[in-house]
């Protein structure tokens, strides 16, 4: 495995729920981000975090808040979504660049 | 602006042959490049980069070679195996910016 881990895998929610996403990472790394893949589309990055500090918020709609901790841990809480946020979410981490960065399996989120 | 495609959504190959998965990038600032691959229900998996100062790389059965006069870059696998059925991610890392830009993948599939 990549040392990045991910809870729950998966998570079926209604538009009025409140859950957190949760990833971790094993790798010693300094900076996590947040993706959103969905079908037939690129992914799409949500948040970055470097050394704890939030470095980039791709225009996320404010029903999605994240939460770094500390460095080996993210947190993408969610309420009020709407279906068309259905996806997988993928976290990921790296070193200092963002050039290499692992992945974790991903929650697949359905809303309902 | 930033955008990274890829030349075909599919392709299909013969168990033993090479596979040669193709990606254009648009941003000539970009200084590096990675391959990711993901299989059903994982996260994507990397694979192998390459840096914009190098015009070839080679990793085990893999080889990615950069042509930055064209913006273009591929992937090539070689003696494919079914192992290697997954979704193809070409992804570049604009100077400067904390971010990777992916592109909308390429499923791959091995006939026996």
């Known amino acids: 495995e990549t040392g990045v881990t991910q809870t729950p895998r998966h998570l079926v929610m209604g538009m009025t729920n409140k859950k957190s996403l949760k990833c971790e990472q094993h790798l010693g790394h300094n900076a996590m981000y947040w993706y959103k893949q969905s079908a037939k589309k690129p992914l799409e990055l949500m948040f970055v975090y470097s050394l704890e500090e939030r470095v980039e918020n791709n225009s996320v709609p404010s029903r999605f808040s994240p939460e770094c901790p500390n460095s080996s841990h993210l947190f993408l809480h969610l309420h009020t979504l709407q279906p068309e946020d259905s996806a997988l979410y993928l976290c990921?981490?790296?070193?200092?660049?963002?050039?290499?960065?692992?992945f974790g399996p991903g929650t697949r989120l359905t809303v309902l | 602006g930033e955008s990274v495609g890829l030349h075909l959504p599919t392709l299909s190959v013969q168990e033993g042959d090479n596979s040669i998965i193709n990606c254009a990038y648009s941003n000539s600032a970009s200084d590096y490049f990675i391959w990711y691959k993901q299989e059903s229900g994982k996260g994507p998996q990397f694979i192998i980069d390459i840096r914009s100062n190098m015009d070839k790389r080679q990793g085990q059965r893999v080889t990615v070679l950069l042509n930055k006069t064209v913006k273009h870059l591929s992937l090539q696998i070689a003696a494919t195996q079914p192992g290697d059925s997954a979704v193809y991610f070409c992804?570049?890392?604009?100077?400067?910016?904390?971010?990777?830009?992916f592109g909308q993948g390429t499923r791959l599939t091995i006939n026996p």
């Open positions: 990921a981490s790296s070193q200092d660049t963002p050039d290499t960065q692992y």
């Open positions: 992804a570049e890392s604009p100077q400067g910016a904390q971010k990777l830009v």
